[in-house]
């Protein structure tokens, strides 16, 4: 039988009501981490925590649009956790909108969600009275849009992108702390909201964005293991860094 990579490990995950997020707290789960799951759904935060693999979980609802709310919401919740060994940011909002409408509202809500509620949990979770006396591993679901950039997402982009170089600066000042900071950069995965976009537009489209991927779309199991990886003694060497799991996306 295989080992389980996170066994006892407490792990926070935020976007763990959808997609990556969820997908990232059931493999998780499946490797012995005990799990905090943050989301902004009630209903669908219950739905992920039905099924995950048995542990000690919870779960929290906040709305990661307003940064400044986060660490009243989160503390009382963090006392009963217990010490952090992991921290997975896979929430995240994406706007497609030509660059004359992106007013700064737009830049607003997504950097509010994409970078500034993931650095605001990181500044709380690395507190030393939170984090494991042995360290800790963060991880920030970045983008490949964050590298090569796409018409129409410059709010996105950038904010993938910031991420990306955020997490470069973090790894060195949480080092002290013992705390491997990285990034994941994902192309298109497969995932219910990519169907929902995918049913509006014309099959020709859908065709052309298989194309731009050698090996295909993605799936968010896909990403979850590199989670994994990224949070395990496995990758202990490893921080700063911004590892593309993009199906060749970029290679192109």
Avoid at 69 to 77: K, P
Avoid at 166 to 191: D, F, H, M, Y
Wanted: charged fraction near 15%; hydrophobic fraction near 40%.
């Amino acid at each position: 039988m295989m080992q389980e990579q996170l066994l006892s490990r407490n792990i926070v995950i935020s976007g763990g009501s959808s997609g990556i997020g969820k997908e990232c707290a059931i493999e998780c789960s499946k490797q012995g981490a005990n799990l905090l799951i943050i989301g902004r759904n009630a209903l669908t935060l219950q739905e992920t925590m039905n099924s995950l693999s048995p542990g000690c979980h919870l779960s929290l609802v906040i709305d990661l649009n307003t940064p400044d709310e986060i660490e009243n919401n989160l503390l009382g919740t963090l006392s009963t956790f217990g010490k952090i060994d992991g921290f997975v940011h896979s929430a995240g909002i994406e706007k497609t909108l030509p660059f004359d409408f992106s007013k700064p509202p737009v830049f607003r809500d997504v950097f509010n969600v994409n970078v500034f509620s993931g650095f605001e949990l990181s500044r709380i979770l690395s507190n030393k009275k939170y984090i494991s006396p042995n360290g800790a591993s963060f991880v920030f679901i970045a983008s490949i849009l964050g590298v090569v950039g796409r018409a129409g997402t410059v709010a996105y982009c950038s904010s993938k992108g910031a991420v990306i170089s955020g997490v470069k600066a973090l790894a060195l000042e949480l080092n002290r702390k013992k705390i491997r900071v990285n990034a994941i950069s994902p192309a298109i995965v497969e995932t219910q909201l990519t169907k929902t976009i995918f049913e509006g537009i014309p099959q020709e489209s859908i065709q052309c964005l298989t194309n731009m991927h050698p090996l295909g779309f993605g799936r968010a199991s896909d990403i979850a293991q590199g989670c994994i990886y990224l949070l395990s003694e496995e990758s202990r060497w490893i921080t700063g860094s911004n590892l593309i799991i993009d199906g060749g996306y970029s290679i192109q």
